[in-house]
């Protein structure tokens, strides 16, 4: 899998933040508190969803750590990425009553709506 590009619609800190990258290692970096830990957070959770939790494990999960401040019902990102030559973009809205999850394949214009905790299916036999 290549990850072409990364956009943080409403993620955290981040608002209509577009990251691309380039073919090989690229390297995120910055100072403390500069959001490298919730662009990791970002992919993690296009690929495998963010799940809110109740209780005490509520109050600390990750859901919540990114839930943006002043727009929670927009809590969503898009990411581009290549697998078997395919480009693929994942669409996630992350907000617990309009989650949504779609995959679309750019070649071939086919989209498919993907239900909470189902895997993609291009993602088959990849460990998380």
């Keep these: 899998m290549k990850i072409k ?3 943080l ?3 955290g800190k981040f608002h209509h933040t577009t990251i691309s990258l380039q073919p090989g290692i690229n390297v995120i970096h910055g100072p403390n508190e500069s959001g490298k830990s919730t662009i ?4 993690q959770g296009m690929l495998f969803g963010i799940e809110k939790t109740e ?3 509520g109050k600390e999960s990750r859901y919540k750590k990114y839930l943006p401040w002043k727009t929670p019902t927009l809590y969503s990102g898009t990411m581009d990425f290549e697998m ?3 480009l693929y973009r994942i669409s996630r809205n992350f907000y617990k009553e309009t989650k949504e999850i779609l995959v679309h394949n750019i070649a071939t214009g ?3 709506s993907i239900e909470p905790g189902e895997r993609m299916p291009m993602l088959e036999g990849q460990n998380r």
């Design 55 to 57: 209780g005490r494990k």
């Design 110 to 112: 086919r989209s498919k």
């Design 84 to 86: 078997k030559g395919e």
């Design 40 to 43: 990791d957070a970002f992919i």
């Design 9 to 11: 619609s409403h993620f």
């Design 5 to 7: 590009s990364l956009t």
